[in-house]
């Protein structure tokens, strides 16, 4: 064990973990932050029980929850007395077992129906998706900030994740020598398409793909771009790492998204899975993959139509 515990914490934790079901459930939050009522489904045990076992490894600091709107979100805890023994304890898990492969399946077809809900919703909005974003993004600040990021360097290759109708990929068209946008949503690659086409910018594309596993050499990459994506993603911190291991060294990687907020709508009518992001959060996530955080913006919040006032974030992350 990498830190030492006290006899308590450990007696605690251990306690906590000793029973097949939390050791369950440790398994499956170790791959992605979820509610009670997807741990609910995965386990196929009621929502008593779940929440029971969750309350007691709460208390244990194995977990940790955080509300969000009306959500409230468990994740294993990274941080507190028990944050490196909830590691080792989740090392020690087998890799093979067949009710922990049967959880991971069944969280797997949870990501799937997230992805088709999200996808649907970019379907159904493709060709409006330049006008929604104009309600609730303060455009034209985040995107002045975003070129400032990156003024200082010179671009051979941008990559734009999630990249939609290609805004991105736009902006950044003039400062780079070549730029490429990856999206899962084929109608929203299809304006991207013909905006990039109409506006003459030859010096990018974009492609059909996944970027939770980017078809992108490692250490080929100057620049990789996550605007207004991550609050759609079941798991961030993997998009980020994957982001950062595309990166040269002394690459950068610019991520913009809302700081928490309670505008539910976005939730219920945007297909958000995640209400915004703080500091911290996303911070720690870019050290992780192994780069640093070189910069912090809040920009300017704008009126949204769910009459909440949002704020935006620019972080940029450098690898080393
Ligand atoms: C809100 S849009 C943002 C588009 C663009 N970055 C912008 O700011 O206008 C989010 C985009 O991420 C894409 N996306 C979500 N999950 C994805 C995934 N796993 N792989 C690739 N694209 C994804 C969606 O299809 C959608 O086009």
Not at 34 to 61: D, N, Y
Not at 79 to 97: K, N, T
Not at 260 to 268: A, Q, W
Request: glycine share 6%.
């Amino acid at each position: 064990m990498s830190e030492t515990v006290s006899l308590n914490s450990l007696l605690t934790a251990l306690r906590a973990a000793a029973e097949a079901t939390r050791l369950r459930l440790l398994a499956i939050l170790a791959r992605n932050e979820l509610t009670v009522t997807e741990l609910t489904r995965i386990m196929g045990q009621s929502q008593p029980r779940i929440s029971r076992h969750l309350k007691l490894m709460c208390e244990a600091h194995l977990l940790h929850r955080h509300q969000e709107g009306s959500w409230v979100l468990y994740g294993i805890a990274d941080s507190g007395p028990a944050a490196h023994i909830v590691q080792e304890l989740i090392s020690l898990l087998p890799d093979e077992d067949h009710e922990m492969d049967r959880d991971a399946q069944r969280l797997q077809s949870i990501q799937r129906e997230h992805m088709r809900a999200a996808t649907a919703y970019f379907e159904e909005n493709a060709r409006a998706w330049d006008d929604i974003r104009k309600l609730y993004v303060a455009e034209v600040e985040v995107e002045k900030a975003m070129l400032l990021a990156i003024d200082d360097m010179e671009v051979s290759y941008l990559l734009d994740l999630g990249t939609g109708t290609g805004r991105v990929l736009e902006i950044f068209s003039p400062s780079i020598q070549r730029g490429l946008g990856i999206d899962l949503s084929r109608e929203m690659l299809a304006v991207a398409r013909s905006k990039l086409e109409s506006s003459n910018i030859t010096n990018c594309q974009v492609r059909y793909g996944n970027i939770y596993g980017l078809a992108v050499d490692s250490g080929s990459v100057d620049v990789v771009t996550i605007h207004h994506v991550l609050h759609f993603l079941d798991d961030p911190a993997a998009v980020i790492k994957e982001a950062v291991r595309t990166l040269k060294s002394g690459g950068r990687v610019l991520i913009v998204d809302f700081a928490p907020h309670h505008v539910e709508t976005l939730r219920e009518v945007h297909a958000h899975r995640r209400l915004g992001f703080s500091d911290d959060e996303v911070n720690t996530w870019l050290h992780r993959a192994g780069a640093k955080s070189l910069a912090l913006h809040h920009l300017s919040t704008k009126q949204s139509d769910a009459a909440d006032q949002l704020v935006v974030t620019l972080w940029v992350g450098q690898t080393h």
